[in-house]
C-alpha cells in the first residue's frame, strides 16, 4: 500500500477528507443560497427560474454539481465509519460521562448528519429529481422591455420544447420549466415546512462544530486567525446561513395561508 493510500485509509486521513468536503459543501451553500433568494422577487419566479436554468445546464456548473454529489457522499460514508470506529475503541459508555468541555453539537455530529442526509434526500427528490425529468410544470413570461411589466401564461407539455428566451417587438419571452411552481405547491404542505425547520436547525448545530473543526483538522488554527473562524462558524454558518434558508419555506407557507 503506498504511503498515499496509507494516509487516506487511516483515521486522520479520514477527517482530512471529511474537512475538506466539508468546507466545498459550505461554500456551495452559500452559492446555493444566492440563487434561492430570487424566490423572494415579485417576478412570478421568472428570476428564480432563470437561475435553475443556469444551474442546471451551464457546464462547468453541472461538472461541479457531480464534485458536490460526490463530496456529499463521501462526507456522509467517512462521517459512518469515523463513527463505528469510535464506537468499537470504546464497546462500553463511561458509567459517568467526562465533563470535557464539549458542546452538545460535537457529541451528536451523527445524529445531526443523519438528519441532514434524510433531508437532503426528500430535497432532491421533491425538486432536483422532478426537475430533470421533466415533472415539474411549464410557464412562459412575457415582459414589456419599456414598462418592466411582467405577465405569465402556463404551457401545456405539447408546447414546450426548451428552454428558450428571445426578444420579439419590444416583449421579452422565456419559456421554462416552472420550478417556481413546483416550490409553492410543496411547500404549502405544513408538515413539510415543519422538517425543513427541523433540518436546518440540525444544519445549524452541524456547521458550528464542523465548520471550526475542519479548520482545526486541516492545521488552520493560529491563535491570530482561528477566533475569526469561530465567529464565521457560529454567526455565518451556523446562524445566518441556516436561518436564510428556513426562510424561504415559511415565507411561501405564510403567504399562502
Not at 30 to 56: P, R, S
Not at 98 to 109: A, L, T
Not at 239 to 245: H, K, S, V
Request: hydrophobic share 50%.
Amino acid at each position: 500500500m503506498s504511503n498515499f493510500s496509507k494516509t487516506f485509509s487511516s483515521t486522520l486521513g479520514k477527517k482530512l477528507v471529511m474537512s475538506l468536503t466539508g468546507l466545498f459543501l459550505c461554500v456551495f451553500l452559500i452559492v446555493h443560497l444566492i440563487g434561492n433568494l430570487q424566490i423572494f422577487k415579485a417576478d412570478d419566479g421568472l428570476a428564480f427560474n432563470q437561475y435553475a436554468h443556469f444551474m442546471t445546464h451551464f457546464p462547468p456548473i453541472k461538472i461541479i454539481s457531480y464534485l458536490l454529489y460526490l463530496s456529499i457522499i463521501v462526507h456522509s460514508v467517512w462521517a459512518l465509519i469515523l463513527t463505528r470506529r469510535n464506537k468499537a475503541a470504546r464497546p462500553i459508555g463511561y458509567a459517568i460521562k467526562p465533563k470535557d468541555g464539549s458542546i452538545w453539537s460535537s457529541r451528536n455530529m451523527g445524529i445531526l448528519g443523519t438528519i441532514i442526509f434524510i433531508f437532503i434526500v426528500v430535497h432532491m427528490s421533491n425538486f432536483w429529481f422532478k426537475y430533470h425529468q421533466g415533472y415539474t410544470p411549464f410557464v412562459e413570461y412575457q415582459t414589456n422591455l419599456k414598462t418592466g411589466e411582467t405577465t405569465t401564461r402556463v404551457l401545456d407539455a405539447s408546447e414546450f420544447k426548451e428552454y428558450v428566451t428571445y426578444v420579439d417587438n419590444g416583449i421579452q419571452i422565456t419559456q421554462s420549466e416552472d420550478l417556481y411552481k413546483e416550490v409553492y405547491t410543496a411547500f404549502q404542505q405544513w408538515w413539510l415546512v415543519l422538517f425543513y425547520v427541523i433540518a436546518m436547525a440540525a444544519l445549524a448545530f452541524h456547521l458550528i462544530h464542523g465548520f471550526q473543526s475542519a479548520f482545526q483538522t486541516l492545521g488552520w488554527n493560529h491563535r491570530k486567525y482561528f477566533p475569526i473562524a469561530k465567529f464565521v462558524g457560529l454567526w455565518g454558518f451556523g446562524i445566518l446561513i441556516p436561518l436564510a434558508y428556513v426562510a424561504m419555506p415559511l415565507y411561501v407557507f405564510l403567504t399562502n395561508l
